[in-house]
């Protein structure tokens, strides 16, 4: 039979270990930055004082030429895994493909605490006949089908972006005057999947409305890191049927035509954010 005197002594215990948990995330949090204080700058040539509060995520380094000449502004890593720039308070990061490595940069930012990260990513439309190579799509959460980001967190926790960055995204892209697609995206590990019937038969059902590699995996390791994080996508292929599978004569176009406006909705999106004061953090994160 509990008395005030055990619910007391069990609420102390309880307590106790709260601090012992709360102590040993701590000691864990500062060893793991003793690591990430050195492998940030090795992997992208870039001192930690010379990276801004706001991200930018990217696959490609012609987004971080682009972004460097806009603003006049040195590409740090050129023979580095991962090249970036800064400028504004913004920096922008290639940090190639796939979710490993969109797991790894995340970890590296722990470093230099972010107040938000915004992926910007191609993907390939699933919806034929409605997605078109050009499209963008603001993901309104993502399905773990990759495998990485089971490292950070349970399967069971669902990958979901900061809805305020998200927000900034919307409004930004109406700005623009331009539409967009939302919706879940699944995000997967296979790079040619292109010729499973079986695997196209399972997106179809899950109803997704588009794939990528990275998507998931930055909205789980950002949670898991504490770190307020958001993507918008760009439609540049639709693998659904064989001629809509990428090449590289149709990656060119979709580049040349789009790569820019999706580089800009993002820089204005970040900069949305920084002038007008907003925290994009949407939930009380908890050790």
């Known amino acids: 039979m509990n008395t005030p005197e055990n ?13 012992i948990r709360k102590e040993n995330f701590e000691k864990e949090k500062a060893a793991k930055n003793d690591i990430v204080k050195d492998w940030l700058p090795r992997y992208t040539g870039m001192a930690l004082d010379q990276f801004g509060q706001y991200i930018l995520l990217v696959n490609f380094s012609g987004y971080v030429r682009a972004f460097a000449e806009q603003h006049q502004v040195q590409v740090f890593g050129n023979d ?9 308070g913004i920096t922008i990061i290639n940090f190639g493909i796939g979710s490993p490595n969109a797991g790894l940069v995340i970890d590296l930012l722990e470093v230099v605490h972010p107040r ?4 910007l990513g191609k993907c390939g439309g699933l919806k034929t006949g409605k997605n078109k190579n050009g499209d963008f ?9 990759e495998g990485t980001s089971n490292d950070f967190l349970p399967e069971e926790v669902p990958a979901l972006p900061a809805f305020a960055l998200q927000k900034a995204v919307s409004t930004t892209i109406r700005d623009y005057e331009f539409d967009y697609w939302t919706g879940v995206v699944y995000t997967t590990n ?24 990275e998507t998931a995996t930055i909205f789980v390791a950002a949670f898991k890191n504490h770190m307020p994080a958001g993507a918008l996508l760009l439609v540049s292929d639709m693998p659904m049927t064989r001629e809509g599978i990428k090449t590289e004569a149709s990656d060119t176009v979709v580049t040349a035509n789009y790569a820019q406006k999706h580089l800009s909705i993002g820089i204005d999106s970040l900069k949305q954010l920084m002038n007008k004061g907003l925290t994009v953090k949407h939930l009380k994160f908890e050790i």
């Open 116 to 119: 938000a990260v915004l992926f």
């Open 137 to 145: 799509i603001l993901p309104i959460a993502a399905i773990r089908g």
């Open 7 to 19: 619910d007391k002594k069990g609420h102390l215990t309880q307590h106790s270990l709260d601090e």
């Open 80 to 88: 580095r895994p991962m090249q970036a720039a800064t400028a504004e």
């Open 190 to 213: 296979k790079r040619v999947w292109e010729h499973r019937e079986d695997f196209k038969q399972k997106l179809r059902d899950l109803r997704c409305i588009a794939i990528d590699m």
